[in-house]
């Protein structure tokens, strides 16, 4: 075992940051209710499943056997029209959340993450930790640099189109892993793209003054799709690319050498077999602490019935302050 935090991310996790970044739940409304505006009639059997954007996704990006071509054909264009409502929604939050300065408590965690050298795997497809991070002085350090957070896993996409690549200043810090892709990463959009360079579009830091250069940096790849791995129950297209994996790959050796694991704001939903299958195969040694932080307290039994050879503390469960709460606490919780 090691001496190494490691942190799950979920959508409650951002939802603490900024009350405009949606939930699961919102953004499938949010998306629904643009698709609506669409002039592409969607199937009765899409609203049949609910406001499930999730069910909605899954059904879309799965060959039914009772369709002819010319159905799958549309339900593949639907699909690509729901990723693209999704990067639009989180863009659009992520533009309102930063016209106020960061929490506090999320550049003190940010901090404590560069000190300790933790391990974070975020689910969500924001990019609001990236930009408080090189905003927040670290160190001496005038905010960590994209490149020592994401490791060498993404190519610039200044540097691969067109430019010299800026130099910068590379620095130990905590490693950050987008398991599910990201508002700024970009690909051909290709339902299979083995071996393709995964392109990343650099973060301006929390707030506006280089709005102009992030979005020159993002109409570099004018010809690419942004990398969102949809909340579909069946991603295995989605992780046919090898860098893919290698972000799960290494997000699930640093969660079996873990000495303490944090959850936050994810609620394990029983449709997510992906995760539950990777946080199962992945449990660190018998008896880490795991500690659940949510809004919800019924999340805890959750995990407990998930990962039952962990000890699955729920302290800082079942508030609505709980990620602040933690975080106050946090640099001086135990190591056992």
């Not at 499943?49 to 909605?56: F, H, K, P, Q, R």
């Not at 640099?145 to 490791?151: C, D, L, V």
Request: overall charge negative.
């Amino acid at each position: 075992m090691t001496d190494k935090d490691v942190f799950i991310l979920g959508a409650g996790f951002s939802k603490a940051i900024n009350d405009a970044m949606p939930t699961m739940d919102e953004l499938s409304t949010e998306v629904i209710a643009r698709l609506k505006k669409s002039p592409f009639p969607i199937q009765d059997t899409l609203y049949q499943l609910g406001s499930n954007i999730e069910l909605w996704m899954t059904y879309l990006s799965q060959l039914q056997p009772w369709l002819k071509d010319e159905h799958h054909l549309r339900n593949k264009a639907l699909a690509t029209e729901i990723r693209g409502h999704i990067n639009d929604v989180i863009s659009e939050r992520t533009t309102l959340s930063m016209e106020v300065p960061a929490p506090e408590w999320l550049n003190s965690l940010l901090k404590e993450w560069h000190s300790k050298r933790a391990t974070i795997a975020t689910l969500n497809y924001d990019t609001l930790v990236e930009r408080a991070a090189r905003k927040v002085s670290l160190d001496g350090h005038e905010g960590i640099i994209a490149e020592s957070m994401h490791r060498p896993y993404f190519s610039d996409l200044l540097a691969r189109r067109g430019e010299a690549q800026l130099g910068e200043e590379r620095i130990a810090t905590f490693s950050y892993f987008n398991l599910h892709g990201s508002t700024n990463l970009f690909y051909s959009g290709r339902d299979s793209f083995y071996g393709e360079t995964i392109f990343r579009s650099k973060a301006a830091p929390w707030g506006t003054e280089y709005a102009g250069y992030e979005s020159y940096s993002q109409g570099m790849a004018g010809d690419k799709e942004v990398l969102i791995i949809p909340p579909v129950t069946d991603k295995l297209t989605y992780f046919n690319n090898e860098t893919v994996r290698r972000l799960w790959q290494e997000a699930s050796q640093a969660l079996l050498c873990a000495k303490r694991v944090f959850i936050i704001g994810y609620s394990l939903p029983m449709s997510d077999l992906g995760m539950q299958f990777f946080l199962q195969y992945s449990q660190p040694d018998e008896g880490t602490p795991l500690y659940v932080i949510d809004r919800n307290n019924d999340v805890v039994s959750r995990y407990k019935e998930i990962m039952p050879n962990l000890r699955v503390k729920g302290k800082f469960a079942g508030t609505p302050d709980v990620v602040s709460d933690f975080v106050n606490v946090y640099p001086t919780l135990p190591n056992f």
